[in-house]
């Protein structure tokens, strides 16, 4: 090589180097990201930002904390489920002697901490952007209050006094105390009021699909916290809002059709997203050759099975024997559809029937026993049960409404936990049948990890 | 004299400019072939109007001398005609030059042709000139001559040439050069010398690779430990991590998995960063090559426990493997140094006869260790007592193994799931060869291994190697071209078998049933056989590519560009065929989850080297660039519906087919760097290096650091003090250097505030999730590193010893800092303040005890002691890592409860509580005081040659604490699910006295919570201290004489084992990669023959 185009060749190389400087190492982002302030630029990304919270819920971590476990933990923490696994994490909870390192928890734990550091966010860039209009900004800000109100629901129901984030910055949230759970439920309450306002009435947003929460789930929700909150006619009157609403929410007369996707009954149901699925919960509870390796290795506990009243027609549709194997196996059929390319199921979140309980058990709280006793007729009557009788005293109403909800809503969402511990039945049922029962049961522990790397945290009594 | 900036430029530009002119003059016809024996000195030629300068070199061919002449000597423009057959040179030369007025003067082999009037009449008086070459007439370039007694010197050119002034009448004058014996000459100014260096045999002498050029372990003041091609050919490893563990003093090298291609962790001199980015700057013919594997975590994770790169690279072309530790030897590379650097070199071609040798070996491997499990006896007897402790009995709905299952069945599943033995075949073929301008290697390998797994499970390797090297005849332009392609076919179960002995019951039911079918007895059992029908399969395909070269624009001044590029390419296939999959979970078409990654490097280092020397050192200057630019592109798939298993490969046949992701980043790095080497005497050494940096990795604003260091060495040998009062003495050396390196080792854009796309849609929209918590303000890593050394040799060397003491502190860790989930996530990238020092003793002691003409015995001993503390971190506390380090402790401390044994009355474990609340609990009666970490280690090496026959025994020692089978075994003893045969030490009855707690199967039982509570307990943590027979190499090389009846150049037979024998106390599998849940690693006996054409 000639000597002179070496020189420039290298003359060249470092010229390069020196003027290119900070030009060279600042790179465009990834192709496969997109950054904030872009995001919240036009309305299809910002919509992106809330379908990504309902994808995540509908594919973290099979089953995620949305997509069957707090039905599948719940259940197995109270008396709806016999387990079968093989697993420690879940037969700690069979057993209710929950360990802080147990895997399953830390997942139950950080996943709504995930929905609400993203509401946040989305709360935070909607502030600022400029891009989107002034319709979906609205929809996509009451979706997100939606959202993280109902994660608060869940975690302070399952942990007391959890930690409070409103805020997406994480050199504040890392070192959060506790909040008392009176506060958190102040917040829920705040945050479903505005959404009620923020989100509109219909299902246009969802082009028809019940597959993101509108103005009717806001107040279905805000009516169960409302009832949690012993706030009796306000209850009422959020229940009576959906219920009255009768141009989209019936109760079905068959039993059969009220999981199918966009059932009438359904008021926010998560659309399934992951091949071969429909509903988690169809795919982990049906059992096809016993319950021994099966996903959740579960059956329905004989203390479930025994509550039924004869000719209940929930117990005929609703439940299900696997007996492939010899064995009488039962298991929760609500969903139909163990595994199928075919989406007919969607995961049911909030449905018409557990308004009718909520003001049924508010009405009873506040004297009004025939306005419950008529409620609960309601729900009785599709199950091909006989009316109760009118004349029940408050404790008879009360028993009454808990035992309806115990059959209607049975491997839904953990509500048999959450109503023992609400009406602080937990240990006057559980003591009995569960060996090493101890009052401080009722919290779940927060994970070792949490504790560990938050030096604010303290761990629930008994752990 | 001190060389301050000032006149260091002076010196530099009037020498330069001096020795310009002086070449200019000069016309050397490089010696380029000199035949060993004596040459007839008849020529014959016949020839018309020649110059002069193809005269003397048809003159060269058929003599073999050499000719030496000014320019200007004879007239450019003459031309002869030359016709003589047979006369002698001298003849011819009289005939020729004669009329002239020329004169010539024959020394060896080169002629040097006069002026009859004494061309140097002209000259100042004092010049002393000459050539230096080596033993085969190749001039050497940079050799050093210096005149005793005075502070004159010079240092030869491209063509061996140097030229120096003296005052002296006569003179002494000493011409030393790197890898040769050093030769002292007498001089009268005027003479024209031609010096011929002899290689030394010296290991001292030996080419010491070191960052952008070489030099000799003498002159050398970094920390620089080389494993050579010999050592590593000595060990039947496919992965070149395996060939050095051991063997480097400071090198931490752990194999964490026995399956093929599977992950190292390698740590230089310690943990300097809390929390990642540990690894060592690789770098193999001057590309950076990956130490991070790019393969889908979701893929590798279990099986190759991460995987590899480096299994990539081929052990046989590999001619050494440099590591460097201090700041001498890594500050130059800035922010890729702090963690230490490995610079591969490959190997090269060498003038002479070509070469054609073939090397195969075969043989067989086994894992090193199992630990003992419990029969079927003894675990019948485990859990029947278990439920007499809990006062229960078993229930049908779970404890199949008692009540559903042939209890007289016995498997011992870890000889049926990893107790087979896996076969080894390696074939090798090189050619090479070359002229004195040219040379070449061209290479081919194939390695194939089986593994110990049941099925059909195989790792094949094939890799090929070219390397060119080319100078042109002036010496000045010189070009070095090397490709390394690797293609790798790595077919392996899914999951790695040994995660599967503690959930396998021995009484477990058989893995196939009549029909020849897996048999999952209804559900009841997790059939591990199944995993054999499910395969994991990566195809790699690693290219590396590195060009150099370099002109010497004027003597002494070399511009030099190095360029590479390296491409890996990965496709991983994981397979589940229906027919694996428990039926219960309704699957209706098994399915593939596919990855391809696509990892491709470039860079581009313009360089220029000035070397200059005078009566005041010898000097020589690198400055340089770098542009370094890494694309990573992947993209997983899961594919689902398909008709049949046969088309599970194809993925084309899903119906269903879901983007698991897609990955696209950039890694952009420039650099500008300069590194002073002045040497006085060979007995005063410096060095300062500086560089500027800046890495993508880094938000706007925290882009650029420098990074520099300065070192220091003085050869006290040298001194006449040591020479006359130590004579036994023959080498001694202070060395110490201080210097600032840095850490880029994080993901890339980790300060971007951006989102990522989701896999799944929702509503028709795929959805956007938070990509991190950004953080958009963390800079750079610091790691400040000082060392001392003392190197000694006595006796000529033949015992040699070595020292160092090292004291490495980092600061502004870089870490992904652990976060509660509260905040969204678990990690942020960000700066710690806390400091982190890792210091330590490292030895070597290498002696020739016995060296006769038919026996050598060498023993080489190598010893790291090595230590890590914490040393200060403001508000630990208050931190999320409050209950993992404690400040003024090892990083390696294992925060656990600390057990005080079993109750004798209870039979549980009892703990030590700390808070004295009256409860157990975690962390809050966490005790730091136990450590895993290594206290010492280091290895034993000796070879005995006896005539033809040569044995190398070599021990690796590890002194540590380690995590035993405990670490991670959630499963208390009682439960279903096996165990070693250390529980059967348990509690029975009140006033036992035992190691292990009483049975249980009872998750709401005391026992079971205080096993929870075991499971963060110190008693995870006991001695893996072990000593390994490492390699043992066993060759009988034929006799020449024997050889060449056969036609052959060499011929030799050989024996090889690794990890052959493993002496340990510890509580688990293998004491290497201390976890029951991977397989251990392998020990390899293979016998080979290797012959030479």
Same mark, same amino acid.
């Not at chain 1, 109902?150 to 959890?162: A, E, R, T």
């Not at chain 2, 809050?924 to 040569?950: R, S």
């Given at each position: 090589?000639?000597?002179?185009?070496?020189?420039?060749?290298?003359?060249?190389?470092?010229?390069?180097?020196?003027?290119?400087?900070?030009?060279?190492?600042?790179?465009?982002?990834?192709?496969?990201? =997109?950054?904030?302030?872009?995001?919240?630029?036009?309305?299809?990304?910002?919509?992106?930002?809330?379908?990504?919270?309902?994808?995540?819920?509908?594919?973290?971590?099979?089953?995620?904390?949305?997509?069957?476990?707090?039905?599948?933990?719940?259940?197995?923490?109270?008396?709806?489920?016999?387990?079968?696994?093989?697993?420690?994490?879940?037969?700690?909870?069979?057993?209710?002697?929950?360990?802080?390192?147990?895997?399953?928890?830390?997942?139950?734990?950080?996943?709504?901490?995930?929905?609400?550091?993203?509401?946040?966010?989305?709360?935070?860039? =909607?502030?600022?952007?400029?891009?989107?209009?002034?319709?979906?900004?609205?929809?996509?800000?009451?979706?997100?209050?939606?959202?993280?109100?109902?994660?608060?629901?869940?975690?302070?129901?399952?942990?007391?006094?959890?930690?409070?984030?409103?805020?997406?910055?994480?050199?504040?949230?890392?070192?959060?105390?506790?909040?008392?759970?009176?506060?958190?439920?102040?917040?829920?309450?705040?945050?479903?009021?505005?959404?009620?306002?923020?989100?509109?009435?219909?299902?246009?947003?969802?082009?028809?699909?019940?597959?993101?929460?509108?103005?009717?789930?806001?107040?279905?929700?805000?009516?169960?916290?409302?009832?949690?909150?012993?706030?009796?006619?306000?209850?009422?009157?959020?229940?009576?809002?959906?219920?009255?609403?009768?141009?989209?929410?019936?109760?079905?007369?068959?039993?059969?059709?009220?999981?199918?996707?966009?059932?009438?009954?359904?008021?926010?149901?998560?659309?399934?997203?992951?091949?071969?699925?429909?509903?988690?919960?169809?795919?982990?509870?049906?059992?096809?050759?016993?319950?021994?390796?099966?996903?959740?290795?579960?059956?329905?506990?004989?203390?479930?099975?025994?509550?039924?009243?004869?000719?209940?027609?929930?117990?005929?549709?609703?439940?299900?024997?696997?007996?492939?194997?010899?064995?009488?196996?039962?298991?929760?059929?609500?969903?139909?559809?163990?595994?199928?390319?075919?989406?007919?199921?969607?995961?049911?979140?909030?449905?018409?029937?557990?308004?009718?309980?909520?003001?049924?058990?508010?009405?009873?709280?506040?004297?009004?026993?025939?306005?419950?006793?008529?409620?609960?007729?309601?729900?009785?009557?599709?199950?091909?049960?006989?009316? =109760?009788?009118?004349?029940?005293?408050?404790?008879?109403? =009360?028993?009454?409404?808990?035992?309806?909800?115990?059959?209607?809503?049975?491997?839904?969402?953990?509500?048999?936990?959450?109503?023992?511990?609400?009406?602080?039945?937990?240990?006057?049922?559980?003591?009995?049948?569960?060996?090493?029962?101890?009052?401080?049961?009722?919290?779940?522990?927060?994970?070792?990890?949490?504790?560990?790397?938050?030096?604010?945290?303290?761990?629930?009594?008994?752990? | 004299?001190?060389?301050?900036?000032?006149?260091?430029?002076?010196?530099?530009?009037?020498?330069?400019?001096?020795?310009?002119?002086?070449?200019?003059?000069?016309?050397?016809?490089?010696?380029?072939?000199?035949?060993?024996?004596?040459?007839?000195?008849?020529?014959?030629?016949?020839?018309?109007?020649?110059?002069?300068?193809?005269?003397?070199?048809?003159?060269?061919?058929?003599?073999?001398?050499?000719?030496?002449?000014?320019? !200007?000597?004879?007239?450019?423009?003459?031309?002869?005609?030359?016709?003589?057959?047979?006369?002698?040179?001298?003849?011819?030369?009289?005939?020729?030059?004669?009329?002239?007025?020329?004169?010539?003067?024959?020394?060896?082999?080169?002629?040097?042709?006069?002026?009859?009037?004494?061309?140097?009449?002209? &000259?100042?008086?004092?010049?002393?000139?000459?050539?230096?070459?080596?033993?085969?007439?190749?001039?050497?370039?940079?050799?050093?001559?210096?005149?005793?007694?005075?502070?004159?010197?010079?240092?030869?050119?491209?063509?061996?040439?140097?030229?120096?002034?003296?005052?002296?009448?006569?003179?002494?004058?000493?011409?030393?050069?790197?890898?040769?014996?050093?030769?002292?000459?007498?001089?009268?100014?005027?003479?024209?010398?031609?010096?011929?260096?002899?290689?030394?045999?010296?290991?001292?002498?030996?080419?010491?690779?070191?960052?952008?050029?070489?030099?000799?372990?003498?002159?050398?003041?970094?920390?620089?430990?080389?494993?050579?091609?010999?050592?590593?050919?000595?060990?039947?490893?496919?992965?070149?991590?395996?060939?050095?563990?051991?063997?480097?003093?400071?090198?931490?090298?752990?194999?964490?998995? !026995?399956?093929?291609?599977?992950?190292?962790?390698?740590?230089?001199?310690?943990?300097?960063?809390?929390?990642?980015?540990?690894?060592?700057?690789?770098?193999?013919?001057?590309?950076?090559?990956?130490?991070?594997?790019?393969?889908?975590?979701?893929?590798?994770?279990?099986?190759?426990?991460?995987?590899?790169?480096?299994?990539?690279?081929?052990?046989?072309?590999?001619?050494?493997?440099?590591?460097?530790?201090?700041?001498?030897?890594?500050?130059?590379?800035?922010?890729?140094?702090?963690?230490?650097?490995?610079?591969?070199?490959?190997?090269?071609?060498?003038?002479?006869?070509?070469?054609?040798?073939?090397?195969?070996?075969?043989?067989?491997?086994?894992?090193?260790?199992?630990?003992?499990?419990?029969?079927?006896?003894?675990?019948?007897?485990?859990?029947?007592?278990?439920?007499?402790?809990?006062?229960?009995?078993?229930?049908?709905?779970?404890?199949?193994?008692?009540?559903?299952?042939?209890?007289?069945?016995?498997?011992?599943?870890?000889?049926?799931?990893?107790?087979?033995?896996?076969?080894?075949?390696?074939?090798?073929?090189?050619?090479?060869?070359?002229?004195?301008?040219?040379?070449?290697?061209?290479?081919?390998?194939?390695?194939?291994?089986?593994?110990?797994?049941?099925?059909?499970?195989?790792?094949?390797?094939?890799?090929?190697?070219?390397?060119?090297?080319?100078?042109?005849?002036?010496?000045?332009?010189?070009?070095?071209?090397?490709?390394?392609?690797?293609?790798?076919?790595?077919?392996?179960?899914?999951?790695?078998?040994?995660?599967?002995?503690?959930?396998?019951?021995?009484?477990?039911?058989?893995?196939?049933?009549?029909?020849?079918?897996?048999?999952?007895?209804?559900?009841?059992?997790?059939?591990?056989?199944?995993?054999?029908?499910?395969?994991?399969?990566?195809?790699?395909?690693?290219?590396?590519?590195?060009?150099?070269?370099?002109?010497?624009?004027?003597?002494?001044?070399?511009?030099?560009?190095?360029?590479?590029?390296?491409?890996?390419?990965?496709?991983?296939?994981?397979?589940?065929?229906?027919?694996?999959?428990?039926?219960?979970?309704?699957?209706?078409?098994?399915?593939?989850?596919?990855?391809?990654?696509?990892?491709?490097?470039?860079?581009?280092?313009?360089?220029?080297?000035?070397?200059?020397?005078?009566?005041?050192?010898?000097?020589?200057?690198?400055?340089? !660039?770098?542009?370094?630019?890494?694309?990573?592109?992947?993209?997983?798939?899961?594919?689902?519906?398909?008709?049949?298993?046969?088309?599970?490969?194809?993925?084309?046949?899903?119906?269903?087919?879901?983007?698991?992701?897609?990955?696209?980043?950039?890694?952009?790095?420039?650099?500008?760097?300069?590194?002073?080497?002045?040497?006085?005497?060979?007995?005063?050494?410096?060095?300062?290096?500086?560089?500027?940096?800046?890495?993508?990795?880094?938000?706007?604003?925290?882009?650029?650091?420098?990074?520099?260091?300065?070192?220091?060495?003085?050869?006290?040998?040298?001194?006449?003090?040591?020479?006359?009062?130590?004579?036994?003495?023959?080498?001694?050396?202070?060395?110490?250097?201080?210097?600032?390196?840095?850490?880029?080792?994080?993901?890339?854009?980790?300060?971007?505030?951006?989102?990522?796309?989701?896999?799944?849609?929702?509503?028709?929209?795929?959805?956007?999730?938070?990509?991190?918590?950004?953080?958009?303000?963390?800079?750079?890593?610091?790691?400040?590193?000082?060392?001392?050394?003392?190197?000694?040799?006595?006796?000529?060397?033949?015992?040699?010893?070595?020292?160092?003491?090292?004291?490495?502190?980092?600061?502004?860790?870089?870490?992904?800092?652990?976060?509660?989930?509260?905040?969204?996530?678990?990690?942020?990238?960000?700066?710690?303040?806390?400091?982190?020092?890792?210091?330590?003793?490292?030895?070597?002691?290498?002696?020739?005890?016995?060296?006769?003409?038919?026996?050598?015995?060498?023993?080489?001993?190598?010893?790291?002691?090595?230590?890590?503390?914490?040393?200060?971190?403001?508000?630990?506390?208050?931190?999320?890592?409050?209950?993992?380090?404690?400040?003024?402790?090892?990083?390696?401390?294992?925060?656990?409860?600390?057990?005080?044994?079993?109750?004798?009355?209870?039979?549980?474990?009892?703990?030590?509580?700390?808070?004295?609340?009256?409860?157990?609990?975690?962390?809050?009666?966490?005790?730091?005081?136990?450590?895993?970490?290594?206290?010492?280690?280091?290895?034993?090496?000796?070879?005995?040659?006896?005539?033809?026959?040569?044995?190398?025994?070599?021990?690796?020692?590890?002194?540590?604490?380690?995590?035993?089978?405990?670490?991670?075994?959630?499963?208390?003893?009682?439960?279903?699910?096996?165990?070693?045969?250390?529980?059967?030490?348990?509690?029975?009855?009140?006033?036992?006295?035992?190691?292990?707690?009483?049975?249980?199967?009872?998750?709401?039982?005391?026992?079971?919570?205080?096993?929870?509570?075991?499971?963060?307990?110190?008693?995870?943590?006991? &001695?893996?201290?072990?000593?390994?027979?490492?390699?043992?190499?066993?060759?009988?090389?034929?006799?020449?004489?024997?050889?060449?009846?056969?036609?052959?150049?060499?011929?030799?037979?050989?024996?090889?084992?690794?990890?052959?024998?493993?002496?340990?106390?510890?509580? !688990?599998?293998?004491?290497?990669?201390?976890?029951?849940?991977?397989?251990?690693?392998?020990?390899?006996?293979?016998?080979?023959?290797?012959?030479?054409?």
């Amino acid at each position: 090589m000639r000597s002179i185009y070496m020189k420039y060749f290298f003359l060249l190389m470092l010229m390069c180097i020196m003027s290119g400087c900070t030009k060279f190492v600042t790179l465009d982002p990834p192709q496969t990201d =997109l950054i904030t302030s872009s995001v919240f630029s036009s309305d299809q990304t910002a919509t992106a930002t809330i379908i990504g919270v309902y994808t995540n819920m509908m594919s973290i971590a099979e089953p995620g904390f949305y997509g069957g476990s707090f039905t599948l933990y719940g259940g197995l923490s109270s008396d709806e489920f016999q387990n079968y696994s093989f697993s420690k994490d879940q037969s700690e909870f069979a057993a209710n002697s929950i360990k802080p390192t147990n895997g399953f928890l830390r997942q139950l734990w950080s996943e709504p901490y995930q929905y609400i550091y993203t509401a946040n966010a989305i709360i935070e860039g =909607l502030a600022k952007s400029h891009g989107v209009s002034p319709g979906i900004k609205s929809e996509l800000l009451g979706e997100a209050r939606f959202i993280r109100a109902i994660s608060y629901f869940y975690l302070v129901n399952l942990w007391g006094d959890v930690p409070l984030a409103l805020q997406s910055a994480y050199t504040v949230n890392d070192t959060l105390h506790r909040t008392a759970s009176s506060e958190i439920y102040r917040q829920i309450i705040l945050d479903l009021t505005d959404a009620q306002t923020l989100l509109l009435p219909d299902y246009s947003v969802g082009r028809g699909e019940r597959i993101r929460p509108n103005q009717s789930a806001a107040t279905a929700l805000l009516a169960r916290v409302l009832l949690y909150n012993h706030d009796w006619q306000g209850a009422v009157n959020q229940s009576t809002a959906v219920i009255t609403n009768s141009s989209l929410y019936t109760l079905l007369p068959d039993l059969n059709q009220v999981f199918l996707a966009n059932s009438q009954e359904a008021i926010w149901q998560l659309q399934p997203v992951t091949p071969s699925y429909n509903s988690f919960e169809g795919n982990i509870f049906i059992l096809t050759s016993g319950p021994f390796s099966s996903t959740a290795s579960i059956t329905l506990s004989t203390q479930l099975l025994n509550s039924f009243e004869p000719g209940d027609l929930r117990k005929s549709n609703w439940t299900n024997a696997d007996t492939t194997n010899g064995g009488e196996y039962y298991y929760p059929f609500k969903y139909k559809v163990k595994s199928s390319n075919t989406v007919t199921e969607y995961q049911m979140v909030l449905r018409v029937a557990e308004q009718y309980l909520i003001r049924a058990e508010a009405e009873a709280h506040l004297q009004n026993i025939p306005e419950a006793i008529t409620d609960l007729n309601i729900i009785r009557e599709r199950a091909g049960l006989p009316d =109760l009788p009118s004349n029940l005293t408050e404790d008879q109403c =009360l028993a009454a409404v808990a035992q309806e909800r115990r059959i209607e809503l049975f491997a839904e969402w953990g509500h048999r936990w959450l109503d023992l511990k609400k009406t602080m039945q937990a240990t006057p049922v559980l003591a009995p049948i569960k060996t090493g029962w101890q009052a401080t049961d009722t919290l779940y522990p927060i994970p070792q990890s949490e504790i560990q790397n938050d030096p604010n945290l303290t761990q629930n009594p008994g752990y | 004299m001190i060389l301050t900036e000032r006149n260091f430029y002076f010196v530099f530009f009037r020498k330069a400019w001096m020795i310009m002119r002086i070449t200019t003059l000069i016309i050397l016809i490089a010696a380029l072939h000199v035949s060993a024996r004596t040459v007839a000195q008849k020529v014959t030629l016949s020839a018309d109007h020649i110059s002069f300068e193809e005269f003397f070199n048809q003159l060269k061919k058929q003599t073999g001398y050499s000719f030496l002449l000014k320019d !200007g000597t004879v007239p450019a423009d003459q031309k002869l005609d030359v016709h003589v057959t047979g006369i002698s040179l001298e003849q011819l030369l009289d005939q020729i030059l004669k009329p002239l007025s020329l004169s010539y003067k024959i020394d060896n082999t080169i002629v040097y042709i006069l002026k009859e009037n004494n061309e140097y009449k002209d &000259d100042p008086p004092g010049i002393i000139e000459g050539k230096v070459l080596n033993e085969k007439g190749q001039p050497l370039e940079g050799a050093s001559i210096t005149v005793k007694g005075t502070y004159q010197g010079a240092q030869t050119d491209s063509k061996g040439y140097f030229r120096l002034k003296s005052d002296l009448k006569s003179a002494i004058i000493e011409v030393s050069f790197t890898g040769y014996e050093s030769k002292t000459v007498k001089a009268v100014p005027g003479d024209l010398l031609s010096v011929i260096l002899k290689v030394s045999t010296s290991p001292l002498d030996q080419v010491q690779i070191i960052a952008y050029g070489s030099t000799s372990k003498r002159l050398n003041i970094g920390d620089v430990s080389t494993v050579n091609a010999k050592t590593i050919a000595e060990q039947p490893v496919s992965d070149p991590l395996a060939a050095l563990e051991g063997r480097v003093p400071g090198l931490q090298i752990t194999q964490q998995s !026995g399956v093929p291609g599977s992950a190292y962790t390698v740590l230089i001199r310690g943990q300097n960063s809390i929390a990642n980015g540990n690894n060592p700057l690789y770098v193999i013919d001057g590309v950076p090559y990956t130490g991070n594997s790019i393969s889908a975590n979701v893929l590798t994770a279990s099986i190759l426990a991460g995987g590899n790169p480096l299994s990539s690279i081929n052990p046989q072309d590999i001619e050494s493997i440099d590591i460097l530790k201090d700041a001498d030897a890594t500050s130059i590379y800035g922010s890729r140094g702090a963690n230490g650097v490995i610079l591969i070199t490959t190997k090269m071609g060498k003038a002479g006869k070509t070469a054609v040798d073939l090397n195969v070996y075969a043989g067989s491997s086994k894992v090193t260790r199992m630990m003992p499990m419990l029969n079927t006896q003894q675990y019948l007897e485990m859990r029947r007592e278990a439920f007499k402790n809990d006062g229960a009995t078993p229930s049908p709905y779970v404890d199949f193994d008692l009540l559903s299952w042939d209890t007289t069945r016995y498997t011992d599943w870890q000889k049926s799931l990893f107790g087979g033995t896996a076969h080894v075949l390696n074939a090798e073929g090189t050619v090479s060869g070359g002229n004195q301008n040219t040379q070449f290697i061209l290479s081919g390998t194939y390695n194939r291994q089986t593994t110990v797994f049941p099925g059909n499970t195989l790792y094949q390797k094939g890799a090929g190697h070219l390397g060119l090297m080319h100078t042109s005849n002036d010496q000045r332009f010189k070009i070095n071209f090397s490709t390394l392609y690797t293609s790798e076919n790595n077919l392996l179960p899914s999951v790695d078998y040994s995660t599967q002995i503690f959930s396998l019951p021995p009484d477990a039911p058989p893995t196939y049933d009549s029909t020849g079918k897996l048999n999952f007895a209804n559900g009841t059992f997790v059939n591990p056989y199944a995993l054999t029908v499910s395969t994991y399969n990566a195809k790699t395909r690693n290219l590396l590519s590195n060009m150099v070269m370099s002109y010497e624009l004027f003597p002494h001044f070399l511009l030099r560009v190095n360029a590479g590029y390296s491409n890996l390419i990965m496709d991983e296939a994981k397979i589940y065929p229906l027919s694996s999959l428990n039926p219960t979970y309704g699957y209706t078409s098994g399915f593939t989850i596919t990855s391809n990654e696509n990892l491709e490097t470039w860079i581009l280092e313009p360089q220029m080297e000035y070397t200059l020397s005078s009566k005041f050192g010898n000097l020589n200057i690198l400055a340089g !660039g770098t542009l370094q630019q890494n694309e990573f592109n992947q993209q997983v798939f899961y594919a689902t519906g398909f008709s049949s298993d046969q088309l599970l490969n194809s993925i084309g046949a899903a119906s269903q087919i879901t983007s698991f992701g897609t990955t696209k980043t950039e890694y952009r790095y420039e650099a500008l760097f300069t590194r002073a080497s002045y040497n006085w005497k060979e007995k005063y050494l410096l060095n300062l290096s500086a560089r500027r940096d800046g890495s993508s990795r880094f938000g706007p604003g925290n882009q650029f650091a420098n990074f520099g260091s300065i070192s220091g060495g003085w050869i006290f040998s040298k001194e006449s003090f040591f020479q006359d009062k130590f004579p036994v003495l023959s080498f001694g050396k202070l060395r110490t250097s201080y210097g600032s390196s840095g850490n880029d080792q994080i993901g890339d854009y980790q300060y971007l505030d951006s989102w990522t796309p989701l896999f799944y849609s929702y509503q028709s929209i795929i959805g956007l999730q938070p990509a991190r918590l950004f953080n958009a303000d963390y800079g750079w890593e610091i790691n400040k590193k000082w060392e001392i050394g003392m190197e000694l040799g006595f006796m000529k060397d033949h015992i040699y010893f070595s020292g160092s003491y090292y004291k490495n502190r980092s600061s502004n860790q870089l870490v992904g800092y652990p976060l509660p989930s509260i905040t969204g996530f678990q990690t942020v990238q960000q700066n710690l303040s806390a400091t982190v020092q890792n210091s330590g003793w490292e030895f070597i002691l290498t002696t020739r005890n016995i060296s006769s003409m038919n026996f050598t015995w060498t023993t080489s001993l190598n010893l790291t002691i090595p230590e890590s503390r914490l040393i200060s971190y403001p508000n630990l506390a208050g931190s999320s890592y409050a209950n993992k380090y404690v400040v003024g402790s090892s990083l390696h401390l294992f925060n656990a409860l600390q057990s005080t044994g079993v109750d004798p009355q209870t039979g549980v474990y009892t703990f030590t509580d700390v808070n004295k609340d009256g409860t157990i609990s975690v962390p809050a009666d966490f005790v730091p005081y136990k450590t895993v970490e290594q206290q010492y280690y280091g290895g034993l090496n000796n070879i005995f040659q006896y005539k033809n026959f040569q044995l190398t025994v070599f021990f690796q020692f590890v002194k540590q604490t380690g995590t035993n089978y405990l670490y991670g075994n959630y499963n208390p003893p009682g439960m279903l699910g096996n165990q070693p045969t250390y529980v059967l030490n348990r509690w029975r009855k009140p006033g036992d006295h035992t190691t292990t707690e009483k049975y249980t199967q009872d998750y709401s039982s005391d026992a079971y919570t205080a096993f929870v509570n075991a499971t963060s307990g110190d008693t995870q943590v006991s &001695d893996a201290s072990f000593i390994r027979l490492k390699n043992l190499s066993f060759s009988y090389q034929l006799s020449p004489g024997t050889v060449s009846h056969l036609h052959l150049q060499a011929l030799r037979f050989y024996i090889q084992g690794q990890n052959l024998l493993t002496i340990t106390n510890f509580m !688990g599998n293998d004491p290497e990669n201390q976890t029951a849940w991977t397989l251990p690693p392998l020990k390899t006996l293979t016998a080979g023959i290797q012959i030479t054409l």
